[in-house]
């Protein structure tokens, strides 16, 4: 193929690839940026206005469309070849350079260089032009000419011989939306279509494009599903249906925390203090907003949070990509691909076909935090919106149940910020276990639970109250992270976690705990030796209506690999730092917690968490929360009865979708002949 698409979420340095690359590979840039809008680099007008012109009543259209896309090419080859035997440059390496500072010399903000400017001005007056003297397109050995003579001056007049891994010559088209906007309503047909019949006699030939879109529907610049026959396109020529035009595979694959190199965790930022700091946190994720963080003034770095780009996805890890409908459609790819364009989910994968497009709310703190403030609002209200997301989307009661205690967790955080700091913006800060549980449950609960003891410890252990603990325990978290492999759920990585101020939600088909918060413990330092937890199951059943020491002897941190004897104490044989772990019983007729205490320190834990001696390797504070009741939860207080609504939600469209599985069912089997 001679062209593939450069599809990503706004911000993740598309631009500055096709810049990057093209200090190294001859690079013909063009921009079509949309009249009106603003951005950087700013756009060929120019070509812009020559390229995404038609008429839709015209019924020649195609061939007009096709036409025009050879004339140009023609010409900017013939006219590129011209410019570069000007520049003076003795080998292909110095054309490189030469050409690229002659297309970006006397460039600004929202206006393209003189030079630039002229060249294309140039370069489409002379398509014109010989679209008024001819009617049908230039052949196709006209075009491989003028071509190869361009490839062959830049190349040193070196012929094309065996394989080659790269082009010798790249073409850009930035901000292409415009060029792929369908003439009509009813068709896909587009200047895009043509311009991509056109590549195509390029396919031998040493030449590659890049399409970047940006905006709009860039579901055009993906692959189509199969569609039979309306998938060809009519060659203006002879009236025949042509061979099938498909759409190479987007490049999605442009990396993230790129501004992080030079800002590497643990080392230039070694402490709570640091990982929270603005500097930090801006650099993190795409890089557009460390290069907004740079260049801009004090004021500026301050406010940078009004930019509310910000869902709520972007904080609870929601997994949009499942749908509930048993058929696919184009439309749930345009969904997808509505998300990756306008509410920055990064695409992680596009497959063969459109059905097969997935994206993630990805992990940056700065766009958690400004969601954080958009939940903070007066006139928010989290069960609403959480509802929201379940009408809408496929998401097992399980799962919900996870998602409602994400959501309570969410909520007492924010709730530690606007005590610590009422009036935003601001950026994020860490907080104690202890400011977090006091904003998570009621008054009365919060102090049952500080005054209890441990649950399970050795016998040499001292036996400090949860509030001693809890206010040596150190957090930062704004936002969760959903592991795709257990293995990374592990003492050793939290503390990457932390850095990224990120909670993790385990990954799918994970039986015995949902989510673990760590925290540092004794100290702000970013060192794994100082990293604790708290391990949180959720039952949605109601079977689970009484405390079960059988549950929190399944979530043992050996037996699931958060522990194992590396992180042990080498003095004591011990892990030094006390865990939490809480099982939140969502449908317990008591609203209640429950501090548990057991018989032995076997019956809450597994046999391989003791020593030889019969000492348990772990200290833990283990709590059952029931219910959703009155005087239990604060983010629930109030709002009881909408929060048990929301937990029936997805039972509810589970109903629904069993009703229209069986009327299909039927259908189908009634419309047989």
């Given amino acids: 193929m001679s062209f593939c698409s450069i599809i990503q979420s706004s911000g993740m340095g598309k631009s500055r690839l096709v810049d990057e690359f093209s200090k190294n590979h ?25 390229l995404t012109q038609f008429d839709k009543k015209d019924k020649n259209m195609q061939e007009k469309s096709y036409s025009r896309a050879c004339h140009f090419l023609l010409k900017l080859f013939i006219h590129t070849k011209d410019t570069i035997t000007t520049l003076g440059a003795d080998n292909k390496k110095d054309r490189i350079v030469k050409f690229r500072d002659f297309m970006s010399e006397g460039q600004k903000f929202d206006e393209v260089g003189k030079k630039r400017k002229n060249f294309y001005a140039r370069v489409v007056k002379l398509a014109r032009k010989a679209m008024d003297d001819r009617v049908d397109a230039p052949s196709e050995d006209e075009l491989l000419g003028a ?7 830049v190349c040193d007049g070196a012929s094309l011989k065996g394989e080659r891994p790269l082009a010798d010559v790249f073409i850009s088209f930035d901000e292409a939306h415009p060029l792929a906007i369908p003439w009509d309503h ?31 529907k860039i579901s055009q610049f993906v692959p189509p599903r199969p569609r039979g026959p309306s998938n060809r396109i009519l060659d203006p020529s002879n009236r025949t249906l042509h061979a099938n035009l498909r759409t190479p595979r987007p490049f999605i694959e442009l990396g993230f925390d790129q501004l992080m190199w030079n800002r590497k965790i643990l080392d230039e930022y070694n402490t709570l203090e640091q990982v929270t700091s603005s500097e930090c946190i801006a650099h993190m994720g795409r890089p557009l907003w460390g290069t907004m963080y740079d260049h801009g003034d004090n004021k500026f770095r301050r406010n940078l949070l009004s930019f509310r780009y910000a869902v709520l996805s972007q904080r609870l890890a929601l997994d949009t990509n499942t749908t509930a ?9 345009e969904v997808t691909l509505g998300q990756i364009t306008n509410h920055l989910r990064v695409c992680v994968e596009i497959g063969e076909g459109m059905e097969s497009i997935r994206s993630i709310a990805a992990s940056e703190p700065i766009l958690s935090e400004a969601a954080s403030y958009v939940m903070r609002r007066r006139g928010f209200d989290l069960a609403d919106a959480l509802s929201d997301v379940l009408t809408g989307f496929s998401i097992h009661s399980g799962d919900c ?29 860490h907080f104690s276990v202890e400011e977090l549980f006091s904003c998570l ?18 016998s040499k252990a001292k036996q400090r109250t ?3 603990v809890a206010r040596s325990a150190n957090m930062h978290f704004n936002h969760f992270i959903q592991s795709q492999e257990q293995k990374f759920i592990s003492c050793r990585y939290l503390i990457a976690f932390i850095a990224r101020g990120a909670a993790v939600l385990s990954a799918n088909c994970q039986p015995d705990f949902d989510a673990v918060f760590p925290y540092l413990y004794g100290s702000t330092d970013l060192d794994d030796k100082n990293v604790g937890f708290i391990i949180v199951q959720v039952k949605t059943d109601c079977k689970f209506s009484r405390p079960n020491a059988k549950l929190f002897r399944k979530i043992d941190p050996f037996e699931w690999g958060l522990l194992d ?16 772990r809480i099982v939140f019983a969502l449908r317990g007729k008591q609203t209640t917690v429950t501090p548990m205490s057991y018989s032995s320190s076997s019956k809450g834990a597994s046999s391989s968490s003791f020593d030889k001696h019969g000492e348990p390797r772990f200290t833990s504070y283990d709590y059952w929360c029931s219910g959703i009741g009155p005087g239990l939860l604060q983010p629930a207080e109030g709002a009881h009865e909408k929060w048990k609504g929301v937990l029936d939600l997805p039972d509810q469209c589970s109903h629904n979708e069993f009703h229209l599985n069986r009327w299909l069912s039927d259908s189908w089997i009634s419309g047989r002949p």
């Fill in 147 to 153: 071509f190869e003579r361009l490839r062959e001056c």
């Fill in 466 to 468: 949860f509030r001693e």
């Fill in 325 to 333: 409908y048993i058929l696919p459609t184009l439309s749930d790819a």
């Fill in 441 to 458: 449950f009621s008054e009365e609960i919060v102090q049952s639970m500080f005054n209890h003891r441990p649950s399970i410890s050795s």
């Fill in 26 to 50: 001859f690079l013909i840039p063009i921009n079509l940026r949309e009249e009106g809008s603003q951005g950087f680099p700013p756009a060929d007008v120019a070509v812009r206005k020559f």
């Fill in 401 to 429: 149940g996870e998602l409602l205690v994400a959501a309570f967790f969410t909520w007492a955080r924010d709730a530690v910020m606007v005590e610590r700091s009422p009036r935003p913006p601001e950026f994020c800060r």
């Fill in 186 to 216: 009813n068709s896909e047909l587009s200047n895009y279509i043509q311009f991509q019949r056109a590549l195509h006699l390029f396919s031998d030939a040493s030449l590659f494009a890049f399409f970047v879109p940006t905006n709009g």
């Fill in 565 to 580: 004897k590396s992180d042990l104490d080498k003095s004591s044989g011990r892990f030094p730092i006390p865990i939490v």
